[in-house]
């Protein structure tokens, strides 16, 4: 179970009884900046890795950075990587950990709200491939991981809205009492602590009982589908990025449509959820011309069964049901819908 205390508390113990013959740090431009810091003096004698801040230096190439720093360093498979950062730098952290000299220890110190409720809980690694998000990755869960919302402190605003996508989510599909409470608080007035370890437990108690995404956890994809071929779609776009929780607030109000349409949740569920969603997050700006290349996008969702796109809908206040077979035209509708 993620551990969610200040870092003075947890990170000297937890190298202590991992005793690394070789400890790295990898930090982006950003983290390296604003959060490293606040965790060196815990630190022993180690290695800093510090690569480009971003989703689009989640590559191939960055992983060779990675590898080529441990290399040069001699680290042998006793060494241990922390990861200080985001959703980037844990999914391509551990990824690199978990697959140089076939496996080296790791741990997640997640610095985003994003990667403290999402992407630092489950063993999912990966990086981004021809332009499709965490196409290549394995599922190797971590030697442990380290939430300190201290961090959150150092986030502009933008960044913390992104993250709270993913709380919400959790809410929609496993706590219909906690959406209700939700959905009446502002995001200024949230206690973190409570939020990340409400969000950490839900997913927590999924995983482990579907740790490779066989069933159950695929209800985690809630709003992912679509979210992810729009964020995919603005990755390739000159300007205009989406963060990733702007992208997957999107992705759920067009699933809760196609859940509405399907008779899997009723007409006040599903405005409850638009009405909260565009409230915090506004409406991402798609065109006409933007419909069909995101729709060629959810093709290699990684959910698919034999070229059929495959959902994770809400059926019920905090209830979801995966494996849902959805048709272009009920996810075109359901574009056209969330576009007014």
Not at 25 to 35: F, P, S
Not at 321 to 333: G, L
Request: hydrophobic letters at 45%.
């Amino acid at each position: 179970m993620p551990q969610i205390a200040p870092l003075a508390t947890t990170l000297p113990a937890f190298i202590d009884a991992q005793a690394p013959s070789a400890l790295a740090v990898l930090v982006d431009n950003h983290t390296a900046r604003h959060c490293y810091p606040l965790v060196k003096s815990l630190l022993p004698k180690h290695t800093l890795i510090k690569i480009p801040a971003g989703e689009t230096n989640k590559n191939l190439g960055t992983c060779e950075t990675i590898w080529g720093a441990l290399t040069n360093a001699n680290f042998d498979r006793h060494a241990l990587v922390l990861n200080l950062g985001g959703g980037v730098i844990g999914d391509m952290g551990g990824f690199c950990a978990a697959t140089y000299k076939r496996g080296i220890a790791f741990a997640q110190l997640p610095t985003t709200l994003l990667s403290q409720v999402d992407a630092s809980v489950g063993g999912k690694l990966g990086i981004d491939f021809q332009g499709f998000k965490n196409h290549i990755g394995v599922f190797t869960q971590p030697n442990d991981v380290l939430i300190d919302t201290a961090f959150l402190g150092t986030l502009p605003p933008r960044e913390l809205r992104s993250g709270f996508a993913e709380v919400i989510k959790h809410c929609l599909i496993a706590d219909a009492a906690e959406w209700e409470r939700l959905r009446r608080y502002d995001l200024e007035d949230l206690d973190w602590n409570t939020a990340v370890a409400h969000s950490v437990a839900i997913k927590q108690r999924v995983v482990e009982q579907d740790p490779t995404e066989k069933g159950l956890r695929k209800i985690l994809n809630f709003g992912h589908t679509l979210g992810h071929a729009v964020e995919t779609h603005f990755l390739e776009r000159p300007k205009g990025r989406l963060l990733h929780g702007e992208a997957i607030a999107a992705g759920m109000i067009m699933e809760a449509f196609i859940a509405h349409q399907k008779g899997m949740i009723d007409a006040a569920l599903l405005a409850e959820i638009e009405e909260y969603l565009f409230a915090v997050y506004g409406n991402v700006p798609l065109t006409e011309a933007d419909l069909e290349p995101v729709l060629a996008h959810t093709l290699q969702d990684k959910k698919n069964r034999a070229g059929q796109v495959r959902m994770a809908l809400i059926d019920g206040p905090g209830q979801c049901a995966y494996d849902v077979p959805v048709t272009k035209s009920e996810m075109r509708q359901a574009l056209d819908y969330y576009r007014g």
